[in-house]
């Protein structure tokens, strides 16, 4: 079969083929001149070079350092997640605090909406620190998540009267839980490849 | 690290590392080369398919990427200079090792007149000692191209080895 080669090259190029697998195994090089032999010696050195030693070890420690990325990719997501969530939040207080408290049938408090949410924006920054960096995943769970959790304990009863206050809140719960149980399950597995 | 996947990598390391050996002029180079395919492998390795081919063809696929990758990021020149500056390690015969390590400095340096399919079809059947199916299957056409690439690429090398 030449697949629409011309059928001279083809042949030509299926005996170099042989050659090459002759030469490679250390035989002669049926049907090619010595000047083709000589280039085929040359460039099969690369098939006996073996790999340093070092490498073993350099490429094993570079598969341990991505698959420590990726046990710690869940848990950054969810991380990123409760932060947008409590950014929301902090942006709607600062914007729309009006809207927010006529929802919630409260009194309009600009002073405590200002301060909350410029709290609920640095804390929402905290916790993206720990979805971008591997390191503070740790700081992101531990700022970000009894917030989370509480806050929709506390809002959840809002879904009835205030839904997108409600909706919100059950996400920041939600997010707060998967970054906590995607957290042990990254240290867990962390711990385990550091015992073995 | 999946328990499979180092098995993998501990079989394959010697074919990739040809590879790309055989693809990088510098030795230093070559490894960290090496290092990423298998970074990235292992990342891809939940979607690894052994319906679309073995994985040696699956792993010096991503090899070829992640050199392509790199000689992306030099320019033309700079690749001469280095082919020039190339050192080949390991083998069993010292005379004529040291002799065909000397040709083979030669021969990298005209490997710029080849096309970078050529290129990738050398590396994977003299460096790699992939088969000229498995060539195919690499570099996704049929055993018949594979082997007309190489005749091509050593065709090349010849006439410009001449021409010197």
Known sequence: MTDGFDSSEAGAALQLDRAIESVASGGEAPGVDAQTRALIQALLVTRRTDPAPALREGVRAALRAAAHERVWLPARLAAAVLALAFVGQGVGSLLFGRWVATNLHIVFDPHLLFESGVALLALGGVVMAGALTRRLVGVALAAGAPVGLAFAVHGLPELAEFPAGGALHLSQGVAALALALLWVRARRYVSRRAAK | ?164
């Not at chain 2, 081919?53 to 690749?79: F, K, M, P, Y």
């Not at chain 2, 004529?96 to 990738?120: C, K, P, S």
């Not at chain 2, 082997?147 to 091509?152: A, G, I, T």
Request: hydrophobic fraction near 45%; proline fraction near 2%; charged fraction near 25%.
């Open chain 2, 1 to 164: 690290m999946p328990q499979d996947f180092e098995e993998i990598y501990a079989v394959h390391l010697e074919h990739v590392w040809r590879f790309v050996r055989a693809r990088v002029p510098g030795q230093a180079d070559a490894e960290d080369l090496t290092s990423e395919s298998f970074a990235r492998a292992l990342g891809a390795w939940r979607g690894y398919d052994s319906r679309r081919g073995s994985v040696r063809v699956w792993l010096l696929g991503i090899a070829r990427h992640v050199v392509a990758d790199w000689w992306r990021q030099r320019t033309a020149e700079s690749r001469l200079e280095d082919a020039s500056d190339a050192v080949v390690h390991g083998g069993s015969e010292p005379e004529a090792e040291a002799l065909a390590a000397l040709t083979m400095q030669e021969v990298r340096g005209h490997l710029a007149n080849l096309t970078d399919r050529e290129r990738d079809a050398v590396a994977l059947r003299f460096g790699a000692g992939l088969k000229a199916a498995e060539v195919g299957a690499a570099l996704g056409v049929s055993e018949t191209a594979a082997r007309m690439l190489v005749y091509r690429a050593v065709s090349k090398l010849r006439s410009v080895v001449n021409h010197d």
